[in-house]
């Protein structure tokens, strides 16, 4: 061996090769995750999935201690959970927890969570101007020990398809859609009702838009109803201008229910919008201001009329119905779909059981499938209620009133000759309105929501 040989340092065989292949691989992981980010952008960095992993641990957290709360009839302790937006939706926190301790008083249930999913949207359903976005949902179901006691019925069921959405911001999670303890959850009717009153218009309206040519129907008949049945852009827009500037709040018809039935405080002027027969023109004309002012509204639809433009003859007497989706659209922006029947012409008054079943029973279950929000309320079909107010009836018309109750219903308006304000907590499937009627000036339209 040569002294130059016994000078140099000699590298084993094995850490040399070792070294080698820890050089290469990095440069493989560097020449992939350049391709990677090329074809797909670029990925989350590690802090960014660290923090998705603990917003979702919190969320989880979050709805499970929310949902023992509610288990345990602790309401009173879940408002400071709630975000200001679902506080908003509450008159008061004394209020949510005397209805929620009142609605679930003797009602024993189970519940379950379902994965979190993040980048959910809220909207309310009592302001149309309520909302908020980049939430976490979480489904939650609700299981009652005695579903059949729980009225109306099938009401249980709809408990098992709900969801909790919770706002995350620095650290903190906040209960925003509240699920089952919501004030728009699904009504309950309590097995003993208290007798109460409220002064609620109801104003009823069909067609929002312009008035129809004569020349365009066929027979003065037809056209006169068209025209009784059309209030105009111009005129639904003042109408809604002067409910903005006097005060006067639109509410769902859960919430009066909840009103009637529990206690539930109603805003200073309240008042409750409806749109009968599901016409395109107010989705055209009407959902666009109501929006605007944050008013919530009911549409009632005819369910065989979904979709469709009726013409009889052909270019005569044309009538345009809201579609499926457009229908699925107003509810997700806060308004109500409720039922009307197939196709608002046969009379449920003293209809059996079976043609109550298909009339509207049905009907609501199709309505539920294009919204995701049970149907709890109709409007009659067929004419006008057999009596001039709707504070009267008959033993038919009680017997009706069981078996709309057996098929899920809570209310029900009605379209009377003589208008109504006043409603009662033991008369909720005989809602009196008031109708808004062609070319009303604002003043007469101001002084129908002082009907008795």
């Not at 749109?275 to 919530?296: I, K, M």
Request: hydrophobic share 45%; with cysteine.
């Amino acid at each position: 061996m040569s002294q130059q040989d016994l000078t140099r340092p000699r590298i084993p065989l094995y850490p040399a090769v070792l070294i080698g292949i820890i050089v290469l691989a990095g440069i493989a992981a560097f020449v992939a995750g350049r391709v990677h980010q090329a074809r797909f952008g670029d990925a989350p960095a590690p802090t960014a999935v660290a923090a998705r992993v603990t917003d979702g641990d919190l969320v989880r957290k979050t709805v499970a201690m929310f949902m023992r709360q509610m288990r345990a009839r602790q309401f009173g302790a879940q408002w400071t959970e709630l975000a200001s937006a679902a506080r908003g939706e509450w008159p008061s926190k004394a209020a949510r927890t005397r209805m929620l301790a009142a609605k679930f008083d003797t009602m024993m249930f189970r519940y379950s969570l379902g994965k979190p999913a993040a980048h959910a949207v809220w909207e309310s359903r009592e302001a149309t101007n309520r909302s908020d976005s980049d939430l976490w949902r979480v489904p939650v179901t609700v299981r009652f020990a005695r579903p059949g006691m729980v009225r109306p019925g099938g009401v249980a069921g709809t408990y098992r398809n709900l969801a909790l959405y919770v706002l995350v911001r620095k650290g903190r999670a906040l209960i925003v859609g509240e699920g089952p303890a919501a004030i728009d959850a699904p009504v309950i009717v309590p097995a003993r009702v208290t007798a109460r009153q409220v002064h609620v218009p109801i104003l009823m309206y069909h067609l929002v838009g312009p008035f129809p040519r004569r020349a365009a129907w066929d027979s003065t008949y037809g056209y006169d109803i068209e025209y009784g049945l059309t209030v105009t852009p111009a005129q639904f827009r003042a109408q809604m201008a002067y409910l903005k500037s006097h005060g006067y709040t639109p509410i769902s018809f859960p919430r009066l229910a909840d009103a009637l039935l529990y206690g539930l405080p109603l805003p200073k002027r309240p008042v409750a919008l409806t749109f009968d027969d599901g016409r395109l023109s107010p989705y055209d004309y009407a959902a666009p201001v109501l929006r605007r002012y944050g008013f919530t509204a009911t549409f009632f639809i005819c369910a065989g009329f979904a979709g469709q433009t009726n013409q009889t003859p052909a270019h005569l007497n044309v009538q345009r119905y809201l579609s499926w989706a457009q229908m699925a659209l107003l509810s997700r922006q806060g308004f109500w779909i409720e039922d009307h029947g197939v196709k608002d012409i046969n009379e449920l008054y003293d209809m059996p059981m079976n043609g109550l079943r298909v009339e509207v029973g049905e009907t609501a279950r199709e309505i539920e499938t294009h919204t995701g929000v049970p149907v709890q309320f109709v409007a009659y079909t067929g004419g006008l209620w057999p009596y001039p107010t709707a504070a009267q009836s008959d033993g038919t018309l009680q017997t009706m009133f069981g078996r709309l109750s057996s098929l899920g219903y809570v209310g029900a308006v009605t379209d009377t000759r003589v208008p109504g304000a006043t409603e009662l907590s033991d008369q909720l499937l005989q809602l009196p309105r008031v109708r808004v009627q062609p070319n009303e000036s604002v003043a007469a339209f101001a002084a129908s929501l002082q009907t008795p």
